[in-house]
């Protein structure tokens, strides 16, 4: 074995771990310290030769940042801070914001631990946040940096992950029950909703459901989309067999309270301790609707599917009861996009006034524990912002670099307190830039949805509080009458949109009345009204700077790696201008400050 450089006597444990390719080459290990703002890496690639590892903006390498490090064949390392500047050149930093832990190499992989803090004070480094990551790794086969003809990889993560299964509470007896469709063929068809009515376990006493996972037919991964199980009442007369959820009968859109939902992207999600999903009492739903979307775009044929949901349950009880509450805007018939839109957003408002009345005896205070936001694919960003008293409270969900093959039920550092009386606002960031028709909101994927899902306990009688703005207003304000929201609606196709047109209905859709639909898990629903506040975005925390600056290296000495070699110059050097020697291994002149502190302490 080579052994490089280590730095510290021991690196803390890693709690959470991935593959970050399909063939299981490249293995992540990360932790992060939220008092010192640190996170700590541990990468291990299948290979001997170099190895990269960092974060870009939407897969590109123009603005990623990430470092590359190795062992040398004579035993010495090479570890170094790098940015992209363009799709062809990737330039070391002058500034070296990661420290390296340890990079050790044996037969066959290469395993490199360092750090860096949240937010840095480079402006070449991307912020690590509470956002979906966009990760850039790859891999050479041997030293020779030869960036661009690597093995580059790119990954969507969500990396603020505040606790992991082995600390949480498992049961020790527990059972196993699975909802799933059996051998439903899929339709050729770009956008399936296939619900079924099922039963959930039968059991004596009451059980927590304290756990949940998807099954997802090998080779349908990338045909179903979501999988949501809703609670049915018990008085609700449920229709046999399998059939399109939103289709001719509409009694296969019956039950509305959602008990588990999965999303593309998503795995499996452990309850906290406090709190689980209550069956066996006659409180408690007894059957669930199974509602599986499948987008089928390739309309591939002959596909068979038994996928569902696997529920993990206890007669260990758990302190409280848990619900989950659908948040946003109402899907249809009222949400558009204007077409060629770089950027618009969408608001639905939940009003809890309500609540109370409809519950049929005071709420208690909700305790969100955790969240589950959906867009389709034009949607940027998602954010929950909690209000109270007309006051802004907190942002309690959000995620400003939304990546639809990515959605997951995601935990809270700190649970949230949500008081009846407060209101709720779910703000989506949509682009439809390339898009030359209106996007409505609708069940396809094509269409669009601005949605969070907000995990809680106690639980409650309320399924869903829901908003959408008088499309009246907003037709009026874009020039066009319109006597009630069906002619709204239709006012909107007449419009002719440019920037002016697009800028004026997103303002409109902000300053509308909202009316707020309220529905509980008996379906009984009432409108209330509402509307949208103003968003106080948070100062985001002072960067840290731990870097270790090269001395007396000049951004005209800075090694700078280009795919293919243009005419060099004093400030834009190719490879080959910096390392005339093709033969022997390329060492960038930024490496030679850390090759010196591994000598010396080797």
């Known amino acids: 074995m080579q052994n490089g450089q280590r730095s510290h006597s021991t690196i803390p444990p890693l709690r959470f771990s991935v593959f970050l390719d399909p063939t299981h080459q490249i293995y992540l290990r990360w932790d992060h310290d939220e008092e010192s703002s640190l996170m700590t890496f541990d990468l291990q690639a299948q290979s001997t030769g170099w190895v990269a590892f960092g974060f870009t903006n939407h897969g590109e390498i123009t603005g990623a940042d990430f470092v590359i490090g190795g062992v040398l064949p004579d035993g010495n390392i090479y570890f170094s801070d790098w940015h992209g500047v363009n799709e062809e050149t990737i330039l ?11 990079l050790t190499q044996d037969d066959t992989s290469t ?24 990760l850039i790794t790859g891999y050479g086969t041997d030293d020779t940096i030869d960036f661009f003809k690597g ?32 051998d439903f063929p899929i339709p050729v068809d770009d956008t399936t909703y296939a619900c ?27 045909i179903v989309h979501h999988i949501l199980v809703y609670g049915c009442g018990n008085a609700s007369v449920l229709p046999s067999g399998v059939s ?39 409180l408690d739903a007894q059957w669930v609707r199974l509602e599986i979307h499948y987008s089928n775009f390739n309309l591939i044929p002959d596909l068979i599917d038994n996928s569902g949901i696997r529920l993990y349950y206890t007669p260990e009880l758990r302190p409280y009861d848990m619900g989950v509450l659908q948040t946003g805007l109402f899907t249809f018939p009222i949400h558009f996009i204007p077409p060629g839109a770089e950027s618009f957003m969408s608001y639905g408002v939940c009003n809890t006034s309500l609540f109370d009345e409809m519950n049929g005896t005071p709420v208690p205070d909700m305790h969100v524990f955790g969240y589950l936001l959906h867009t389709h694919l034009a949607g940027l960003g998602v954010r929950g912002v909690q209000y109270r008293n007309g006051e802004q409270v907190t942002i309690i969900c959000e995620d400003n670099q939304y990546d639809f093959n990515l959605q997951e039920t995601r935990g809270m550092k700190k649970e949230v307190v949500f008081k009846p009386g407060d209101e709720f606002l779910v703000e989506c960031h949509y682009q439809t830039k390339y898009r030359t028709e209106l996007t409505f909101g609708g069940p396809s994927t094509l269409n669009e949805m601005c949605l969070a899902f907000l995990f809680y306990y106690p639980r409650n009688n309320i399924s869903s509080c829901m908003g959408y703005p008088d499309i009246q207003y907003v037709a009026h304000q874009l020039g066009q009458e319109a006597a009630d ?65 090269m001395p007396g290296l000049q951004p005209e000495g800075q090694a700078k790696y280009q795919a293919a070699p243009p005419t060099v110059t004093s400030k834009a050097l190719s490879t080959k201008g910096i390392f005339p ?10 490496f030679t400050w850390l090759l010196a502190s591994s000598q010396s302490r080797l």
């Not at 070391?92 to 340890?102: A, F, G, K």
């Not at 360092?114 to 937010?119: D, E, K, L, P």
Request: proline letters at 6%.
């Open 485 to 549: 929201a069906m002619e709204g609606m239709m006012a909107i196709n007449l419009v002719e949109w440019d920037n002016e047109t697009i800028k004026t209905a997103e303002k409109a859709c902000k300053e509308a009345d909202q009316i707020v639909m309220i529905k509980t898990i008996d379906e009984l629903l009432r409108n209330e009204t509402g509307f949208v506040r103003d968003i106080v975005d948070a100062e985001p925390p002072p960067c840290k700077d731990i870097s270790t600056s």
């Open 244 to 282: 399109d959820c939103y289709g001719g009968d509409p009694d296969f859109a019956l039950c509305s309270q959602i008990v588990v939902g999965w999303a593309v992207g998503g795995g499996s999600y452990m309850f906290p301790d406090e709190t689980g999903i209550s069956i066996g009492t006659p």
């Open 581 to 590: 020697f093709p033969a022997l291994l390329f060492i960038p002149l930024g």
């Open 196 to 222: 079924t009515f099922l039963p959930l376990p039968i059991v004596k006493q009451k059980h927590h459901i304290y756990k949940f996972e998807a099954m997802i037919t090998p080779r349908n991964e990338t």
């Open 111 to 134: 395993t490199m631990t360092f750090r860096r803090h949240f937010r840095t004070c480079d402006k070449h480094d991307l912020d690590i946040t509470s956002d979906t990551l966009r």
């Open 92 to 102: 070391e930093d002058e500034s070296q914001d990661y420290e390296l832990l340890s």
């Open 151 to 182: 093995k580059i990889i790119h990954k969507s993560l969500f990396m603020m992950v505040f606790s992991n299964e082995d600390e949480l509470h498992s049961p020790s007896v527990y059972h196993v029950y699975d909802l799933k469709l059996n």
